[in-house]
């Protein structure tokens, strides 16, 4: 359900992309979940259908789609499994994105046009054990030896660092105490072949499980200077710019998530029949399912708004941050009526609901938590204020 209207085209990829959820998702989602499986060759049939360049220009081999158009293929995709969904989230709005802005056209052909073609799978590393909201504490450290740079540290918390070919890696390359904090910080495009680099240590998750989240080792790894993304110093400004759009990937995750949610409550609430009738018929039934349905419109609803205002070049850090606190928000809310809804069968592994449950939560702490979603929406408040 939404009100958004769409055209022929974009009808067209929200069909695209269910199609490819129903045929090579969700038969094999509930299997990958439990083995943690990530499965590579989704990575080649996304790349065919497009999906890994939806919104990269068509002179760097992308579809060139809008926003909103991105936002739709990420939602059908995350009803079927959010793993997938985050891997195409990250992939699309972080380190393309931030190639396309920031990159040279030497970086752009070498990099970015195999992403888009869906050879090369994207990350980024911003997070560190140390460093996570307060993600310009981190520690990271390049020093620049003759035409290289010599990269020190860990990465942690990497969506997809395991499997990626390009990783943007945010890493301080001024230490001196004048410029500690956020300034100082610079962008690199890192590939697994650079000596030195190594992926460590694998998380065993909550949710998510069959999209890997790894730790990566710089053990003094040596970077070439043409791999500094844009300029020196100006990483962090990058990340947190990236970000913005990030989060709207992340909304259009957690509402599938949430869709989900409604689609199996909605048919189990049919199915199950207790004191003679079917549970839909109890209005304590019915009102769970009507207050998930209006909380998913009013998300769906604010984020296509977003999306459209960032298509027309306006800011949106503010609506941004309010899409992805609302949409996560709902996401958690409603994986926890399903399983209500479904009682003792929403607790166990037989049942969808269980895992859209264990996937939601995730959405209300990565790429910014709640928490920091409501600090930045206040600062846009405050700064609108003076
Ligand atoms: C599955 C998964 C995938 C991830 N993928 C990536 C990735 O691809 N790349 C990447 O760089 N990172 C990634 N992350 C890291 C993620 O973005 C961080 O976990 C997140 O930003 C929170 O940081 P933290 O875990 O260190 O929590 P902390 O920052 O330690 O926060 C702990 C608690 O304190 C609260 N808190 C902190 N500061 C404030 C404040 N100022 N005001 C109010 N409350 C505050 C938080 O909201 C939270 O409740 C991933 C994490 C997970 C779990």
Redesign the pocket.
Known sequence: MTLTHLSEEQREIVSLARNFARDEVTPFAAQWDRDSHFEPSLVKKLGDLGFLGLMIPEEFDGMGLDTLTYLLALEEIARADASVA?MLS?HNS?PTQMLLRWGNEAQKERFLKPMARGELLG?????E?E?????SSLRCQAVRDGDDWIISGT???????SHAGVIIA?VRTDASDARRGSKGISAFIITPDLPGFSVSKK?D?MG?RA?P?VQLVFDHCRVPADRLLGDEGQGFIYAMQSLDNGRLGIAAQALGIAQAALDASLAYAAERRQFGTAIRDFQAIQFKLADMASRITASRALLHATAAAKDRGEPTTAFGAMSKLMASETAMWAATEAVQIFGGYGYVKDYPVEKLFRDAK?TE????????Q??VIARQLYAQQD
């Open positions: 985050v990250v972080l990350a980024f590393a911003l997070s054990a460093s996570g909201s307060d993600a990465k942690t918390w990497v969506t997809s660092g945010m998380e998750k998510l999209s989240t995730i702490i990565y790429e910014g938590t709640s928490e920091i409501r600090v």
